[in-house]
């Protein structure tokens, strides 16, 4: 595979960790373990396609799901340390699979860092604009399902097709930034309207 593709693998993979840190980075790295289309072994990332770090994974996922679905759960979306955790924690993760994505098959890997945390920091972004609008519109108990199954499912959907066609990588990209630009958009609009209504 040309070098491109590892680049646009890992993109893909950076977004969908945006999205969502733990259940993307833990598909992705069992992917690695089975060697389909993505690997880490014989490299200093290959702690990502372990099992420590893949149960670690697996742990916080469920934690985060579980959080999602409590009395708290528009904390993720809001400005609570919390939420920045959870930024910090996605651009940490994107950051090191782009660098393993590339170091894994021979490239240099610092490349992957810069790159991985500014992708995951978008997607994270967009994530945060569109779910706070979906839970703003549905009720507690309808948020409460839904939101976590569009941000889980779009993100290990996000993550695994851009390891099997990593092209969708650079769609996904394009996708969050539409969001943003969508997101932005609309909140200048309210504003425009408070601003008429004053």
């Not at 610092?110 to 790159?115: A, I, S």
């Given at each position: 595979m040309h070098l491109a593709f590892y680049i646009f693998q890992g993109i893909g993979i950076a977004c969908a960790i945006g999205i969502r840190p733990f259940l993307p980075g833990l598909a992705?790295?069992?992917?690695?373990?089975?060697?389909?289309?993505?690997h880490f072994d014989h490299s200093k990332y290959s702690f990502l396609q372990g099992a420590p770090f893949l149960i670690v994974l697996g742990v916080l996922a469920v934690v985060?799901?579980?959080?999602?679905?409590?009395?708290?759960?528009?904390?993720?979306?809001?400005?609570?340390?919390?939420?920045?955790?959870?930024?910090?924690?996605?651009?940490?993760?994107?950051?090191?699979?782009?660098?393993?994505a590339l170091c894994g098959r021979g490239y240099i890997a610092?490349?992957?860092?810069?790159?991985g945390a500014l992708c995951a920091f978008v997607g994270y972004i967009a994530a945060r604009?569109?779910?706070?609008?979906?839970?703003?519109r549905l009720d507690h108990d309808a948020a409460a399902v839904g939101v976590p199954l569009v941000a889980n499912g779009s993100a290990l959907l996000i993550a695994v097709l851009?390891?099997?066609?990593?092209?969708?990588?650079?769609i996904a990209l394009l996708g969050v930034l539409w969001l943003i630009y969508r997101g932005r958009g609309r909140d200048e609009q309210k504003y425009a309207g408070l601003r008429i209504l004053r």
């Open positions: 992705v790295g069992a992917l690695a373990l089975g060697d389909v289309e993505i985060l799901l579980v959080q999602e679905q409590s009395p708290w759960a528009g904390r993720i979306q809001g400005r609570q340390p919390g939420a920045i955790a959870l930024g910090l924690i996605s651009l940490m993760v994107g950051a090191v699979f782009f660098a393993g610092w490349p992957g860092l810069l790159g604009l569109f779910l706070t609008r979906l839970r703003a851009s390891v099997v066609a990593p092209p969708v990588g650079v």
